[in-house]
């Protein structure tokens, strides 16, 4: 399969990244000179820790592994036609440009399926292709703020936070992935293309869930409870004698179980037996639950925890999270030589295929590396 990855930053590479780790051909499109913005988005970069130099910043490195790269000029006649030349010699077309700016060129959606009926062409912007503000550029921190994410993420009594990571950018990846192998399958059956039309707000939106749910069944208005679950007690964090743990109780059983290794009786007890119980008496019940955390080390607990089968884990920093024996055992982390550091590491693809497993077979490019390689594969000499 092959993929024209005419997308920058997240999103869009993202989506690319899935499908090269699954085999697609990806051919990465870049501006000449400056490439994706990522490249330049550090430190770090690799080689610098070792005295080398590069652009190839960690964030750019993150999504564009198995990829190839040309550097092509949208605004240059020639390069317009190698682009439409690649583009009909390409089974899916990934962009994420503000809505109208590749017509311009000739290159948008519709007239790209023009050229090619049987094309998927898939477009991933802030706001979608319709509506009020489907000219307005969008950005990972402002779509969780528009779609609600940040209004429930935070402390209660602190301001609204975003997630860590670019939640929006990375789940419009994912979804993106899942609707191309979708409208290929069409294409595959009925010879008919289609136009993919991916907005980070409206994914950001459906990944409200349970939480967009419950205001639209109870008018209720979610709020930001900090580590705490909505409608589950006790799920959240709590600190030991030393340091903190998660406790995820999902059913009476389980808080049964926990309420023994803590040797407490709260379980038998009218206001606490079930989870509505504990839901309402959340602010009694918790204090407890903590006073009696912090009586020891949190290894203590996770071992008895464990032994118990109660849902729990260590609050991990990312550096023990990559070191972790669970990720190391999944492979989890992949050796990725690179022209600026041979002995770069990546975090790798968490899918398992028995038949077809992914692997890393290219480090993610150098800008323009493949120009002249990708021009003789893909429309010949």
Known sequence: MRVLDLSRVLAGPWSTQILADLGADVVKVERPGTGDDTRAWGP????ECSGGSSQESAYYLSANRNK????LDLHDPSDQATLRA????AHVVVENFKHGDLDRFGLGPAQLLALKPSLVVCSITGYGHTGPMRDEAGYDFAIQAEGGLMSVTGAPEGEPQKVGVAVADLS???YAAIGIL???RHAEATGQGQHLDLSLLDVQVAMLANLGASHLVSGAVP?????AHPTIVPYQAFATADHPLVVAVGNDRQFAAFCQVLGRD????????TNPDRVRHRATLTPQIAERLREAPRAHWLAALHAAKVPCGPVQRIDEALRD?????????????????PDLRLVGSPLRLSATPTALRRAPPLLDADHEAILRDWLGP
């Open 44 to 47: 770090p970069f690799a080689g």
């Open 68 to 71: 190839r790269s040309i550097a």
């Open 86 to 89: 690649l583009a009909q010699k």
């Open 172 to 174: 419009t990846g994912l």
């Open 182 to 184: 979708a409208a290929l």
């Open 223 to 227: 709020q930001r409870l900090g580590n």
């Open 266 to 273: 709260w379980h038998t007890q009218v206001e606490f037996a």
């Open 325 to 341: 024996p669970q990720v190391l055992a999944r492979e989890m982390v992949w050796p990725s030589p690179h022209p600026a550091q």
